[in-house]
């Protein structure tokens, strides 16, 4: 097939060139709508940017392409480090790439595996509810990073700790302290990803613990905020709905540590003490959890050692060496000063 040219991808969509070319390079002044629609178009003809099809001719480059779903999580900024300077020791290029929380993450790689001759891409974020047939228009070697992945895609690489397994493990000990009335805040909806994931591990200690699961308890993150998922503007705002709605609770678990903070400044600003009147719990093990007063309990994941080994586990692909595919990271109960027992 002749490969279509960006005036034809502009005609499809009903724009100009050069909006094409803002929505191929991510530039910020362009409607989301529309950058939706022509790279939709692009996917839908296999368009190839003259400068990418360019390099086609020349040798294949050494390029790694980390690709990033919630660039506003604090979480990820250690691991990025990790893989830039892993990835540059090695002598290969690294290149970071922003995926949109409504953005196929599959789909953007594809892209740029063709716009950058990829010799490897590590999915950070996101990633775990794509099925084997997906995957499989990848042609190159790839790592999912910090999410483990479910059965549809268990044959593929992967690097994390057990969500579900480690949100129980909190929960656990929330109910262990004598709460039964534990509310989370958790991500949207439709998220198949680690919110998904933790609001099943906290489902799965209130059953164990033989307390019964409350809608009214679990506060979502709104389709359609202007904040991301993992932010304390979410927490915060979740956790003043929660106050608003009247629903009886003695303790919020967030999923993620700066969500946690975001519920403190709620509860602080509504002239409530932590945890004298209410207790809090995130996750991750961020610095910001270990420095914020009171400090928080949360799950530590050790994200520097995750992503040494997903790097590891990329390069050994790459290289065609035998490698342990499926990687489980234990993470570690941190009891803080911001949860209190109210047993007996």
Do not use: W
Request: charged share 25%; with cysteine; net charge neutral.
């Amino acid at each position: 097939m002749e490969q279509i040219t960006i005036k034809e991808v502009a005609k499809l969509c009903g724009v100009g060139v050069s909006t094409v070319s803002r929505a191929i390079n991510n530039h910020p002044d362009i409607n989301e709508e529309t950058k939706r629609k022509i790279m939709d178009t692009i996917r839908q003809y296999n368009y190839v940017p003259n400068n990418s099809a360019r390099n086609l001719k020349r040798s294949d480059s050494k390029t790694i392409a980390v690709l990033i779903k919630g660039i506003s999580n604090p979480f990820f900024a250690e691991m990025i480090q990790v893989f830039e300077r892993e990835i540059n020791q090695k002598k290969y290029s690294f290149v970071l790439q922003h995926v949109e929380e409504f953005e196929d993450e599959v789909d953007v790689a594809v892209q740029l595996e063709k716009e950058k001759r990829l010799k490897g891409i590590v999915f950070l974020g996101g990633l775990s509810s794509h099925t084997n047939e997906k995957l499989k228009q990848l042609t190159v070697p790839f790592v999912i990073s910090t999410v483990d992945v479910g059965e549809l895609a268990s044959n593929y690489p992967f690097v994390a700790v057990d969500n579900e397994k480690e949100s129980r493990k909190m929960v656990d000990y929330l109910c262990e302290c004598g709460h039964r009335k534990i509310a989370i805040l958790t991500a949207a909806e439709d998220d198949e990803s680690i919110g998904l994931l933790r609001l099943k591990g906290y489902q799965q200690a209130l059953a164990a613990h033989g307390i019964p699961y409350d809608q009214n308890l679990v506060r979502r993150t709104h389709k359609d905020a202007c904040y991301s998922t993992y932010t304390m503007e979410n927490g915060y705002t979740l956790t003043k709905e929660l106050m608003e709605s009247g629903q009886e609770f003695s303790c919020i678990y967030a999923i993620s540590d700066s969500m946690a903070v975001g519920a403190c400044k709620a509860l602080f600003d509504a002239g409530k003490r932590i945890p004298e009147d209410f207790s809090i719990a995130g996750y991750d093990g961020l610095p910001l959890a270990a420095f914020y007063q009171p400090a928080i309990t949360t799950i530590r994941q050790p994200r520097a050692e995750m992503a040494e080994a997903t790097i590891r586990l990329l390069f050994d692909l790459i290289k065609k060496k035998p490698a342990e595919k499926r990687q489980i990271f234990e993470g570690e109960l941190i009891k803080g000063q911001s949860t209190r027992s109210i047993a007996g």
